[in-house]
């Protein structure tokens, strides 16, 4: 037995199914815990009732939840005409472009529902860092780190251009200042926080470390020189300026 042979290295396949169980059991988890408050808007939302659905988080939620095994399907499909395509890395791209859509919209449609006062009370502003952190509470917390977690995650996977904590960065920050000020535009009963900007830009950037493993990066060949003529060799002490 030869002892000098390297092992091989344990397959990329086994991390990526260790990590699909793992999120599977965090839906499981979070499934067992938010049974209750999601079966309050099934009735509503299997009748095909806007009221008491779409407009409410839970029913925005459960639809979601819903639309998972669809989502993948798509998924699948736009993998299956990469592959007959030719295009390298057909799945991670495929995967990536259904994720970011289906992560982030339903946490956008959230944001943007209008509240109780909507149209009639003023739009309002919080440009002080750091004050709102209080009133958000672990809850509020959390779900703003989650915003565009989707978005942070799959975008340094699909886009090369992305591969980076600070630009995934500028994008989060950039989404959420978009969605603040629709929110003050619109006139939603909501307020237009710094601090939202803050943490969505974090939970972004977070969720783009998480995938760093699987960030899609350049793999352009590099030109190759063509064989020229062989030089002639120049003596020692000759200017090599000056022609022989």
Same mark, same amino acid.
């Given at each position: 037995?030869?002892?000098?042979?390297?092992?091989?290295?344990?397959?990329?396949?086994?991390?990526?199914?260790?990590?699909?169980?793992?999120?599977?059991?965090?839906?499981?988890?979070?499934?067992?815990?938010?049974?209750?408050?999601?079966?309050?808007?099934?009735?509503?939302?299997?009748?095909?009732?806007?009221?008491?659905?779409?407009?409410?988080?839970?029913?925005?939620?459960?639809?979601?939840? +819903?639309?998972?095994?669809?989502?993948?399907?798509?998924?699948?499909?736009?993998?299956?005409?990469?592959?007959?395509?030719? +295009?390298?890395?057909?799945?991670?791209?495929?995967?990536?472009?259904?994720?970011?859509?289906?992560?982030?919209?339903?946490?956008?449609?959230?944001?943007?529902?209008?509240?109780?006062?909507?149209?009639?009370?003023?739009?309002?502003?919080?440009? +002080?860092?750091?004050?709102?952190?209080?009133?958000?509470?672990?809850?509020?917390?959390?779900? !703003?780190?989650?915003?565009?977690?989707?978005?942070?995650?799959?975008?340094?996977?699909?886009?090369?251009?992305?591969?980076?904590?600070?630009?995934?960065?500028?994008?989060?920050?950039?989404?959420?200042?978009?969605?603040?000020?629709?929110?003050?535009?619109?006139?939603?009963?909501?307020?237009?926080?710094?601090?939202?900007?803050?943490? !969505?830009?974090?939970?972004?950037?977070?969720?783009?470390?998480?995938?760093?493993?699987?960030?899609?990066?350049?793999?352009?060949?590099? @030109?190759?020189?063509?064989?020229?003529?062989?030089?002639?060799?120049? @003596?020692?002490?000759?200017?090599?300026?000056?022609?022989?």
């Amino acid at each position: 037995m030869n002892h000098d042979v390297p092992l091989s290295a344990p397959p990329r396949r086994a991390g990526g199914i260790v990590l699909l169980g793992l999120a599977v059991l965090g839906l499981a988890g979070a499934l067992f815990v938010l049974r209750r408050p999601l079966m309050m808007s099934a009735p509503a939302c299997m009748a095909g009732r806007w009221h008491g659905c779409f407009d409410t988080f839970n029913g925005v939620v459960l639809m979601t939840l +819903v639309m998972l095994p669809p989502a993948v399907l798509v998924a699948w499909l736009l993998a299956r005409a990469r592959r007959a395509a030719g +295009v390298a890395a057909a799945w991670p791209m495929s995967l990536a472009e259904v994720g970011m859509v289906h992560g982030t919209v339903p946490f956008v449609w959230m944001i943007l529902m209008p509240g109780a006062g909507a149209g009639v009370v003023p739009g309002r502003v919080s440009l +002080v860092p750091l004050r709102d952190l209080i009133t958000m509470g672990p809850l509020g917390i959390v779900g !703003n780190l989650l915003v565009f977690a989707s978005l942070g995650f799959f975008a340094p996977m699909r886009f090369a251009a992305l591969a980076s904590v600070p630009r995934v960065l500028a994008l989060g920050a950039g989404c959420s200042v978009l969605v603040e000020t629709a929110q003050y535009v619109l006139r939603l009963d909501r307020v237009s926080s710094v601090d939202d900007v803050l943490v !969505n830009a974090a939970g972004a950037a977070l969720a783009a470390l998480a995938s760093r493993r699987w960030w899609r990066t350049d793999r352009s060949p590099a @030109p190759v020189a063509t064989a020229g003529p062989p030089r002639r060799a120049v @003596p020692a002490g000759r200017d090599r300026s000056t022609p022989a």
